[in-house]
């Protein structure tokens, strides 16, 4: 037995901050929470923990604003663990915030990816629908108007 916690494995380690994140999570302490799955990834960046703390800690981020960085662990996580379960949900997070952030072309590209890689997933329906409203937007971008915008307005 360890004397010392810093004579843990570092998946073990890894198992005690994703708890600890998780904790964070369920009191709304989403910094912390953040902080903590960061720490998970620190320790055992390739471990078994690290495609959950990945995806959880890049929702966070998007939650606070932080785009760059969430889409970053989000493209990440679906590249260095495609087999991974939350593979999909990562690259789908990622076109739902691009497209969120009214980043339309960039989202209408990851919903295009998720489609093509995994047309039968759950969220599939809503990757369709998420890209047509993508590509819509930039139609309306390109020609410089609004959805709303003269074409569609009566002046009579």
């Known amino acids: 037995a360890a004397k010392d ?3 843990l494995p570092p998946a073990a380690l890894a198992a005690a901050w994703l708890n600890l994140a998780w904790s964070h999570v369920r009191v709304k302490e989403g910094v912390k929470a953040e902080a903590a799955f960061g720490e998970v990834l620190k320790l ?3 471990g078994p923990l690290s495609a959950e703390a990945r995806y959880q800690r890049g929702r966070l981020l998007a939650e606070a604003a932080r785009l760059p960085e969430a889409l970053a662990l989000w493209k990440e996580l679906h590249e260095k663990q495609p087999g991974d379960a939350l593979a999909p949900k990562a690259l789908a997070a990622s076109a739902d915030a ?3 952030a009214e980043n339309f072309a960039e989202a209408a ?3 295009e990816q998720f489609l093509a890689k ?3 997933a759950e969220g599939a329906r809503e990757a369709c629908c998420g890209l047509a409203e993508c590509r819509l937007q930039t139609f309306f971008e390109r020609d410089n108007i609004g959805i709303f915008g003269a074409p569609y307005m009566r002046t009579d």
């Open 118 to 120: 995994y047309p039968q």
């Open 44 to 46: 055992d960046p390739n």
């Open 109 to 111: 590209r990851a919903y």
């Open 5 to 7: 916690v810093k004579e």
């Open 98 to 100: 691009q497209a969120k």
